[in-house]
Every structure is written in structure tokens, then in C-alpha cells.
């Protein structure tokens, strides 16, 4: 790629391109401002990330912490204004080698180990830091304009475990100061939304390291949201003729080798357990119980499709860095099944998967989303099931059935299962990157690898096709991306608690426990609010804390009266009337699932 400089600053080049090289060259002028100031550090990797630049440095002994950034970026404006020239220059791998370790630099040093033999070896310097890179960059530093430092945070050298724990200081850049400001608002609205802080300020989960990194803990405001997502989904697949069974949360190796999660999976399950001669693992996915599930007899032609549908409980090891409250652990609930079909039931399955999945979005409002077709990698086969015809096939057959289906798709190479292609669907939240949430997976693999079979109506012994899909994703991560769209303010159906009653003095209290007790009896989430506080402080901390739709305020004109005055979230009004035309009121607006 060719790169025009002019003024320093980069130009005729897309602004992608142009961005990228901002921050590649704002991680080198940050290094230059560590070495100035921590002269003993020595560094690791310093690339342009998607939304900033890192640099992961051995500070030795010592451990530098966020104080310590002030200065840093202090130290980067001082370099930026000294308008320093970045020059380029190529060294044999021997001198390359010399240079790096005479400078005490021993991880570009192994670094340089790394390469090919006959990699082109380059060096940036501005200044008197001098830094192994293949560029480009900008021509002077004076060119970085806008940029920030964020935050500090460990990270393994060469993403090893068994490495050093390096520090990464983490950092933003933008080609302009108006682009930083807008990007900060994003964080901080990001913030705002995360459902770690949200779920711990409304008590709806918790994580302990006592119980283990990615494991949460979902407390009774919280279960009862999962529950309700449960019924919820539930229904809906009763309705479409799914029937629910409930598996173990482990497995032999052995059901997994004959799956092929073991050739293809294994790195992201937990280590095996042995027990009496047999080796176990936590299941990572649910398809090779349901296999079994289906080969505990035999089927025919007429049995078919075969809808098993759990609510099921996965683990996965996956990397600690990785990990994010509950919208990424290490035990998740999948909403997951499995349809054993004929070939010539494929479309009209798949049909019925994508218009349950529209479904469920017209429910919660979900409208920000697009489907991708997603294919095997042609290029990289290792990590995918051996069986180039079954391929061409089954994602000839998914592009159709999606084509057929009307459905509009872009189409993604190498983000295939290990099994087959599938149709995903990526949300597009109200801040951060999309994810997919819901799936369906054509399979014509596992079917053959278990053996499952049916009698067609010729007689003839015939292998199912499977598709799996998942309309939630997992109960877990669909439960996270409700509370930072809702930024915790659930739909009244969904809301923990639906209903607070607040009296107004302890002289109306009696008659607040009836109406909280009349309230719970209709089937309505109340709870009675009796703390020694002003009433002014506990709707504050309803609407705002707790985020309850209805507060119900009585006060002694109210109890006298036999009225309760209903003070709504969403319009924050407040209107007098009876208690059973309240109650009537929230029981259609929750058999409605409105608000």
C-alpha cells in the first residue's frame, strides 16, 4: 500500500487506512514517552486496535497503575509538539538482532526469532526512540492531534500463559479533537448502559472469584427476569409443537470424539474429570445429548420433523480477558434445539426457525439486525469437518432455502460451525460492536457421525438432517442485551418488580401492607418499601434505583378513602383511584407484555 504524506499528516488513502496509521504511530509515541520517563522499561507489541492503540511494556519489578497516565500523555504532548520526524530504515536480521538487544530491548529481540528468514526487517525512529516496526507512519509527530490514555491492564507476552504478565497501557486517537469528544460521549453513554454496573446497582446478579471468574450468580431480582425469558420462549415453542427435555450438564469424552467436539473443540472446554475408569467433561453444547436423545428409538418417515427444544446449562473455558458480566461466561443457558427433519422438510423448517426468530424481535422491539449466511473457510478446512461434497451441499442448499424464503443475507467465509453452515443474527446494540443472537445451523454431519436414522415411506432406512438454532442465543446474553437497550428499565412483564408500594408516614403503614398484600395476591411483583426515609427519597429510588414502572403512594387521605395514588415511570404522573382498577390496569398491560 502506498501511503501519500503531506504536512505529516496521511492522505489519498482510505480513511480506515489513514486511521490506523494514526494510531500505530500514537503507540509509538506513547513507548517513546514511557522510555523517557521509565527508562529500565522494555517492550512488548504496540498495534493500532479497532478503536485506539495498546503497548504491552515490562516495567520490571515495579507495576505502574493508572496514576501514573496523567503524566504519560503529558510527556506524548511534549513529544507531539517537538515535531519530531518519523525515518524508516532496513537492517539484516544479525544487526537487527544486535541493535534490539543493545538497547535492552529482549522481546523484539525473541521477536525477530519469530520471523521468516526472509522477512524484511524495518526500524522506526523519532527522536532518540527507535522502535522495530513495519510501518507506515506518520512523517512528523506534530501529525497527532487528538488522543487520550484510558486505562492500564495486564497481558501475557505472546498471549501465553506460561509468558511474563506484561502491563498494556491502552489508549484512544482520532484525526481530530471533535472525533475524540464524540468518541468519549459513545463511552460514557457505554458506560451508562453497561449491564455489569446496571445488574449490580438493581441487585439482579453478582460474581464472586471465591465461586470462579465467569461464573455468575443470578440473584432473586435477577432469576426471576430469567424465569420469566424462560416461560416466555418456552411458549412460544410448545405453540410450534417443540417438546422439552432436560440433559446432563456432562458428558464422556467419548460423546464428544463422536461428535467431533473433541478433534474441533476441545481447546474451549474444561479439563476432562475421571471417575471408576471413565473420563468426563462439561458439555459445551447440547447437539450430542439430543442426538442420543433421538437414537433411544426408532423413527419413521411419519414421526418426522422431531422438535427437542432445552433450556440447558453449557460451560465453556473461555480466556479471561474475554470474559463480561453475563453476556459472556464461563457457564451459560442456551435457549437451544434440535430438529431432526427430512431433506424436503429443510425449507419449510428453516422458514418456520426465521419467522420465530422475527417473532420474538417484533416482541421485544428489536429492529436493528441483519442476517448473515456463514461459510465454511475453503482456504483453512483443518478446523472444520473433512467432507468437501457434504459442504458444497449442505451451503448450496441453506443459500436457497434463504433465497427462497426471501430473506435478505450478506454471506461470511470461515464463520461456519465445525459441522456446517448457518444462518446468524447480528443485533446491532445501542452502543458497541454487533453480536449474533440468534442462530439456525443446517447439519449433515452429526446425523451420519451417530448413526441416527428413519424408515422413509419406500421402506428404505434414510439419515435425518438436523438443524440447530438458538432464538435467545443464551438466556444469559439475551438477559444483558435487554437491560443496556432498557438501561434497566424493563418492559412491565419483565421488570423484577412490577409494582412499589410507598407509604407516606408510618401512620398509613397498615393500610400500605394491605394494598401491598392485595397486589402480590393478583399475581403482581410488589414489594413494600417500610424504610425510615422521607417519601420524596423512596419514589426517587424506585424510579431511578430500582427502575419499577408502578409506585403506588398512600398517605392517610388514601387510606381513608380506600385509593391508592399511581405514580407511572414512564410519564412520571401521577393519578388517584381505586385499587381494583389498578390492579385490573397492570394484569392486561402484563398479559399484553406492553410498556
Request: proline residues 5%; contains cysteine.
Amino acid at each position: 500500500m502506498k501511503i501519500l504524506m503531506n504536512s505529516g499528516m496521511v492522505e489519498e488513502c482510505p480513511q480506515g487506512e489513514e486511521t490506523e496509521v494514526l494510531r500505530h504511530s500514537a503507540a509509538h509515541i506513547m513507548a517513546q514517552a514511557v522510555k523517557r520517563l521509565y527508562p529500565n522499561a522494555h517492550f512488548g507489541y504496540g498495534p493500532a486496535t479497532d478503536n485506539g492503540f495498546h503497548y504491552d511494556i515490562d516495567f520490571g519489578e515495579g507495576v505502574l497503575s493508572a496514576e501514573a497516565l496523567p503524566e504519560i500523555e503529558q510527556e506524548m504532548r511534549r513529544i507531539v509538539k517537538e515535531n519530531l520526524p518519523f525515518r524508516v530504515y532496513e537492517l539484516p536480521r544479525e544487526e537487527a538482532v544486535s541493535l534490539m538487544k543493545e538497547r535492552g530491548e529482549t522481546y523484539k529481540a525473541e521477536h525477530i526469532g519469530d520471523l521468516p528468514d526472509d522477512a524484511r526487517i524495518t526500524f522506526y525512529q523519532q527522536g532518540d526512540y527507535i522502535d522495530m516496526c513495519v510501518g507506515p507512519h506518520l512523517t512528523y509527530t506534530k501529525a497527532l492531534k487528538a488522543f487520550k490514555l484510558t486505562s492500564v491492564s495486564g497481558a501475557y507476552w505472546k498471549n501465553d500463559q506460561k509468558n511474563k504478565m506484561l502491563t498494556r497501557i491502552n489508549g484512544i486517537a482520532f484525526r481530530t479533537q471533535e472525533e475524540l469528544d464524540a468518541y468519549e460521549v459513545q463511552l460514557q453513554e457505554a458506560r451508562a448502559r453497561d449491564h455489569r454496573r446496571i445488574g449490580k446497582a438493581m441487585k439482579l446478579f453478582m460474581t464472586d472469584d471465591l465461586v470462579g471468574k465467569g461464573l455468575p450468580m443470578f440473584l432473586p431480582r435477577g432469576y426471576t427476569i430469567w424465569q420469566e425469558l424462560e416461560n416466555y420462549i418456552k411458549e412460544k415453542e410448545r405453540m410450534l409443537g417443540y417438546q422439552h427435555v432436560l440433559t446432563p450438564c456432562v458428558g464422556t469424552v467419548g460423546l464428544y470424539q463422536t461428535s467431533g467436539h473433541w478433534d474441533h473443540y476441545r481447546e474451549n472446554m474444561f479439563p476432562v474429570m475421571e471417575m471408576e475408569n471413565e473420563q468426563f467433561v462439561l458439555r459445551p453444547m447440547n447437539c450430542p445429548h439430543h442426538m442420543m436423545i433421538y437414537a433411544n428409538q426408532p423413527h419413521s418417515y411419519r414421526d418426522l420433523p422431531i422438535r427437542i427444544g432445552e433450556i440447558a446449562h453449557d460451560f465453556r473455558y473461555e480466556p479471561g480477558g474475554t470474559l463480561k458480566g453475563i453476556e459472556r461466561g464461563r457457564h451459560f443457558c442456551q435457549n437451544d434445539a434440535h430438529l431432526f427433519v427430512t431433506p424436503e422438510q429443510i425449507k419449510d423448517e428453516v422458514g418456520r426457525v426465521v419467522d420465530l426468530i422475527f417473532d420474538v424481535y417484533k416482541d421485544f422491539g428489536i429492529t436493528d439486525y441483519r442476517c448473515v449466511l456463514s461459510l465454511r473457510d475453503p482456504d483453512d478446512k483443518e478446523k472444520y469437518h473433512q467432507d468437501d461434497e457434504m459442504w458444497e451441499h449442505a451451503e448450496s442448499s441453506l443459500r436457497e432455502v434463504l433465497t427462497e424464503l426471501g430473506i435478505s443475507f450478506t454471506e461470511e467465509i470461515g464463520e461456519a460451525a465445525f459441522y456446517g453452515p448457518k444462518l446468524d443474527v447480528n443485533v446491532k446494540p445501542a452502543v458497541g460492536a454487533e453480536y449474533t443472537l440468534s442462530t439456525c445451523q443446517l447439519d449433515f454431519c452429526l446425523p451420519a457421525k451417530f448413526q441416527l436414522t428413519y424408515n422413509d415411506r419406500d421402506g428404505v432406512e434414510k439419515t435425518p438432517v438436523v438443524l440447530h438454532r438458538a432464538i435467545l442465543g443464551s438466556l444469559d446474553r439475551f438477559m444483558a442485551y435487554l437491560i443496556e437497550e432498557t438501561k434497566g428499565a424493563f418492559p412491565l412483564w419483565l421488570s423484577p418488580v412490577q409494582c412499589k408500594v410507598i407509604p407516606v408516614s408510618d401512620k398509613s403503614m397498615d393500610y400500605a401492607r394491605k394494598v401491598c398484600e392485595c397486589v402480590l395476591n393478583a399475581g403482581i411483583r410488589a414489594e413494600l418499601d417500610d424504610r425510615n426515609e422521607k417519601v420524596g427519597y423512596k419514589i426517587r429510588s424506585a424510579r431511578q434505583d430500582d427502575k419499577v414502572p408502578y409506585m403506588i403512594i398512600v398517605g392517610e387521605k388514601e387510606a381513608a378513602d380506600g385509593t391508592v395514588s399511581v405514580r407511572d415511570r414512564a410519564t412520571d404522573q401521577t393519578e388517584t383511584g381505586t385499587l381494583d382498577q389498578f390492579i385490573a390496569r397492570v394484569k392486561e398491560e402484563i398479559r399484553q407484555r406492553g410498556r
